[in-house]
Antibody, heavy 112, light 112 residues
Framework: QVQLQQSGAELVKPGSSVKLSCKAS????????MKWVKQRTGQGLEWIGV????????AYNEKFKGKATLTADTSSNTAYMELSRLTSEDSAVYYC?????WGQGVMVTVSS | DVVLTQTPVAQPVTLGDQASISCRSS???????????LEWYLQKPGQSPQLLIY???NRFSGVPDRFIGSGSGSDFTLKISRVEPEDLGVYYC?????????FGGGTKLELK
């Protein structure tokens, strides 16, 4: 069955960076794009960007350009999202999703 | 950016009733390739969103046939016939026709 296993919760300091992972299994990783979504506590969903692992092409929501960087490692079927220059506005749950399936989400808390 | 307006914001229901959620777009969601990339998601409390409907009216794998998506252009509806307890949560529409891809604000389906 399709599974997207995300890395664990992160507590990070303002101004730092964090790299989240999403390991895919149960399907051919390079056949489907992976998108990333942000959800602040009690809020709605925001699309961050998408990566096509086969051709390593990315597209970003303008709002997240310079904030998020999407990469993919086809040898390990893992997608990554790096968030940089973190502020309290980046504290949220981040999801990866592909083929209609979603990871369990990872909570990122930015605090000194 | 395309704005998706969902109504109502909250829908109180009795189990066994029908529920209907509207999603109106600020512009047509017909892509230049002829497809309409409008999806519906349900997020149950404490869980990741789950895909219900893609391309307006296609049920995702395992989604019961009491979920019916319809609409065209910029006006879409999700109907749930015979609401069951596991249907409660927040419903989101999502468009992937125009960049940036965007979500509606959500509709909470709750018990009366």
């Amino acid at each position: 069955q399709v599974q997207l296993q995300q890395s664990g919760a992160e507590l990070v300091k303002p101004g730092s960076s964090v790299k989240l992972s999403c390991k895919a299994s149960g399907y051919t990783f390079t056949d489907y794009a992976m998108k990333w979504v942000k959800q602040r506590t009690g809020q709605g969903l925001e699309w961050i960007g998408v990566i096509d692992p086969e051709i390593d092409a990315t597209a970003y929501n303008e709002k997240f350009k310079g904030k998020a960087t999407l990469t993919a490692d086809t040898s390990s079927n893992t997608a990554y999202m790096e968030l940089s220059r973190l502020t309290s506005e980046d504290s949220a749950v981040y999801y990866c999703t592909s083929m209609g399936y979603w990871g369990q989400g990872v909570m990122v808390t930015v605090s000194s | 950016d395309v704005v998706l307006t969902q109504t109502p914001v909250a829908q109180p229901v009795t189990l066994g009733d029908q529920a209907s959620i509207s999603c109106r777009s600020s512009q047509s969601l017909v892509h230049s390739n002829g497809n309409t990339y409008l999806e519906w998601y349900l997020q149950k409390p404490g869980q990741s969103p789950q895909l219900l409907i893609y391309k307006v009216s296609n049920r995702f794998s395992g989604v019961p046939d009491r979920f019916i998506g319809s609409g065209s252009g910029s006006d879409f509806t999700l109907k749930i016939s015979r609401v069951e307890p596991e249907d409660l949560g927040v419903y989101y529409c999502f468009q992937a026709t125009h960049d940036p891809w965007t979500f509606g604000g959500g509709t909470k389906l709750e018990l009366k």
